[in-house]
């Protein structure tokens, strides 16, 4: 199994253009109000231009209403959606059917879901479990308690769904996550970052130590 790599939080085309070579599978943009690294629909249209073969694109969203994802998905070329909030399985169902992208739930360590997983089980095609800090959701930088993790996996992948982690992951302690846990996928933004921009070198690492995992393991 290839563990699924998204770099999240890019903020400039120069960024893009650091993925060169580096073996990810996904960059993600923020389209959240307020967030120290969301970026306007024109620039990450730009970023995405600039993203290296292979390299697909994801949108962050946190409680977002249709018009607000349909003003971005119309001017940028997505290929994940990302919902960070507390989005119901009818909105997944109404992404999934109008814009056909990949839907990426994101639910958080300890926070039980107003919904069962067989409710979001059709709308969706990946699970992100992520840490919560105060009012904050994710792009926390802090982990959570790992030990949660295989209640969740038993729950997820008990309908199909492939379970990812973010949380605090960079690539010192990327490998103990997945030698420990064996996610499906992973997903990092300022664990990749020197104060403040995406660290090429960082990004290279931790991708490198996620794939050396990969031929260990598979």
Not at 37 to 48: G, H, N, Q
Request: hydrophobic share 40%.
């Amino acid at each position: 199994m290839r563990t699924f790599v998204k770099l999240c939080g890019l903020q400039t085309p120069e960024d893009a253009e650091k993925l060169e070579g580096i073996d990810a599978d996904a960059a993600g943009m923020i389209f959240v109000p307020g967030r120290k690294r969301t970026v306007s629909p024109e620039r990450a249209a730009s970023i995405v231009s600039r993203l290296p073969a292979g390299i697909r694109s994801a949108g962050v969203f946190l409680n977002p209403t249709r018009d607000e994802v349909l003003r971005v998905w119309d001017r940028v070329e997505l290929d994940l959606i990302q919902l960070h909030g507390l989005e119901e399985p009818e909105f997944c169902r109404w992404l999934k059917e109008n814009l056909g992208g990949r839907i990426v739930k994101v639910f958080f360590a300890g926070k039980k879901s107003a919904f069962p997983p067989e409710a979001y089980a059709r709308w969706i095609d990946a699970v992100l479990i992520d840490s919560v800090a105060g009012t904050d959701r994710g792009g926390t930088g802090k982990t959570f308690a790992w030990n949660l993790l295989p209640e969740e996996q038993k729950r997820w992948e008990a309908w199909g769904i492939p379970v990812w982690v973010a949380g605090g992951l960079h690539p010192d302690n990327v490998n103990r996550l997945l030698t420990e846990h064996l996610p499906h996928g992973v997903d990092t933004s300022s664990g990749v970052e020197t104060n403040g921009e995406k660290d090429r070198d960082k990004m290279k690492r931790f991708v490198e130590r996620v794939r050396r995992h990969d031929r260990r393991v598979h």
